[in-house]
Every structure is written in C-alpha cells, then in structure tokens.
C-alpha cells in the first residue's frame, strides 16, 4: 500500500511538473512572439509616409481621425495663397499698366485690362497693395511649410509612443497598518510598479 502511494505520488509530481514547464514554454514562446512583432513597428515608417503624403503616417498610427484635421490644417496657408497670388498678379498689371498711362510714355493700351475693382485706384495705392498681397503670398507659403513640417512631428511623437503602454502601470494605494512597536495603528501608502504589458502592432 505504501508503494502505490509512493508511485501515485511520483506520477502526480511528474504530471505537475510538466505541465509547469509546458506552460513556462507557452509564455516564453507568448512573450517573443510579442516582442518580434513589435519590432516590425518603426516609428521611421510614420515620419517618412507623413513627409511623403499628408495624414499618411497618422494612417499608419491608426488616428484616422486625424487625418482631415491635417488636411483642414493645409488647406488654410493653401487658399490663402491662391487668393493673395490672384489678387498680386493683378494688383501687378494694373500698376504697370497705369504706370505706363503716365507722363512721358502716356502708353494707355493696357488700360483695358485692368480689373474692374481696381480701375479706380491709383499708381501708390496700386503699388501698396501689390506688395500687400506679395507679402501674404509669400507668408503663407511658410505657413504651409510649417504647417506640413507639423503634421510629420505629430506623427513622428505619437508613433513614438504607441510603443509604450500607457495604462495605469503606476498604482498607490492609501491601506490601514499596525505598528507592532508602538502598538497603534496608523495609515499607509502603498505604491506599486506593474510590469506594463506589451503591444502588438501589425503595420510594416
């Protein structure tokens, strides 16, 4: 009787013992599986896509909801520049043409084309707004400039942090104790570090 025991016993550790070590195999095979799929995630991929095409890499971040937000951002500096280079080019002719109509050369022949808002305008008021309209141009070129370079940051950071688990990884917790010494109880804090879990992130 003592030997069946014995022999049960023998079984059942070895029946525990494998299954310890089936499982501890699961989870390393688990946890580099992880970690080789996060690696295909390069925040580069992003930068790159965002300074190729604009609201690309907050595509590639899964923001989808970014993305017409990117294009209203552009679209702004990009009206702007249309409206202000129409009304240069021609603010410009009507400056030349009327300069022209002038003393000495008194050459009228370009009088015609003048748009009719600004028929009524004269030489300096013509020349004040062509240089208006030219600086404006030319602002808000730099403001699609920057407005693009900020859309690749945006991209750029955010898939910096899709790297790292920011859930509640850090908890404190206020708990009752005992003081053995004193014998009086007291309250305590309790802070604690929990290992973030990893992420999984499918995009090449």
Not at 61 to 78: Q, R, S
């Amino acid at each position: 009787m003592t030997g069946a025991k014995k022999l049960s016993f023998y079984f059942i550790g070895c029946i525990l013992f494998c299954s310890a070590e089936l499982s501890a195999q699961k989870k390393d095979s688990a946890a580099q599986k992880t970690v080789a799929t996060v690696a295909k995630f390069k925040p580069q991929t992003a930068t790159r896509r965002a300074a190729i095409l604009p609201g690309w890499g907050q595509a590639t971040n899964k923001e989808y909801w970014k993305i017409p937000l990117v294009y209203g951002v552009l679209a702004i500096p990009g009206a702007l520049y249309f409206y202000n280079d129409s009304w240069y080019n021609k603010t410009k002719y009507a400056y030349e043409a009327k300069f022209k109509a002038q003393a000495p050369t008194l050459d009228s022949s370009g009088l015609a084309g003048i748009d009719p808002q600004l028929k009524n305008l004269g030489v300096a008021s013509l020349q004040s707004y062509r240089n208006t309209f030219r600086r404006d141009r030319d602002y808000s070129i730099l403001y699609f400039i920057l407005a693009w370079g900020l859309q690749v940051a945006d991209a750029t950071v955010f898939a910096h942090l899709k790297q790292f688990d920011v859930s509640d990884d850090l908890s404190l917790q206020v708990k009752p104790q005992f003081n053995p010494n004193t014998r009086t109880p007291g309250v305590g804090l309790v802070l604690n570090f929990k290992e973030p879990s990893k992420k999984i992130f499918t995009t090449k």
